[in-house]
């Protein structure tokens, strides 16, 4: 069966700290996406990144980044000097039909907040 | 400005009664999805449409229904058999149901009294 496990409940830092969201997944299947979503407090998900299981690179996008290990089984996030905007729910999510969105399990999310 | 619009944001009813909850999209997207979030949990997939005309059941349909009429539209109705409806709903689309990110809407918070 597919999982997805995001330990960390709550997070709480202060600004310019870096900070790192764990995910780690379960699924049988040798193909798959993993995704990030951040929840800022009007509710709407705000979609950050998409990763196939073949692509095992890191990814960089300004103060994020992204660190995927089959090996663990886990698309770890990081944002890097962390900002009062950052504060928000994030999301991590796999899908196991070659990345049909009808089909995305997600956890239970880690609240983050930055504090200044 | 393109992007999808739930209304309303809040929601009161009284218990045994039927709400319908509205989802328009101007993304021209085919798929489109309503998704629960109960506090401190993750999204749960409800129902979800790859096409007008049609729509699947996802993990907790029960107590739910669906119309796809339109392609902009994705209605959902929490009718009195939903044992435990008071959640916060969002609605999402696609371009199509595989490999493609999802644009969400600001979700409506639903309450049951």
């Known amino acids: 069966a597919q999982k997805v496990t995001q330990a960390q409940t709550e997070i709480s830092v202060v600004e310019k700290e870096d900070v790192t969201l764990d995910c780690v997944y379960e699924?049988?299947?040798?193909?798959?996406?993993l995704f990030w979503y951040k929840q800022p407090p009007s509710g709407e998900l705000v979609f950050l990144i998409r990763?196939?299981?073949?692509?095992?690179q890191n990814e960089i996008s300004g103060r994020y980044s992204w660190n995927f290990q089959k090996s663990t089984s886990s698309f770890n996030f990081t944002i890097t000097a962390s900002q009062v905007v950052d504060s928000a729910v994030y999301f991590c999510?796999?899908?196991?039909?070659?990345?049909?969105?009808?089909?995305?399990?997600f956890g239970k999310g880690t609240k983050l907040s930055v504090k200044p | 400005d393109g992007g999808i619009t739930q209304s309303p944001k809040y929601l009161f009813r009284k218990e045994g009664q039927n709400v319908t909850l509205s989802c328009e999209q101007n993304l021209n997207h085919d798929a489109m999805y309503w998704y629960r979030q109960d506090p401190g949990q993750g999204l749960r997939l409800i129902y979800y449409s790859q096409i007008v005309n049609d729509f699947q059941k996802g993990d907790i349909a029960e107590g739910y229904s669906v119309s796809r009429e339109k392609k902009e539209s994705f209605p959902l109705t929490v009718t009195s058999a939903q044992k435990n409806p008071t959640a916060f709903y969002l609605c999402?689309?696609?371009?199509?149901?595989?490999?493609?990110?999802?644009?969400f809407g600001q979700g409506t918070r639903l309450t049951v009294v």
């Open positions: 999402a689309s696609s371009i199509a149901l595989t490999d493609t990110e999802a644009f």
């Open positions: 999510a796999l899908s196991e039909r070659i990345g049909s969105q009808g089909n995305l399990i």
């Open positions: 990763r196939n299981s073949f692509d095992e």
């Open positions: 699924t049988r299947d040798t193909t798959y996406y």
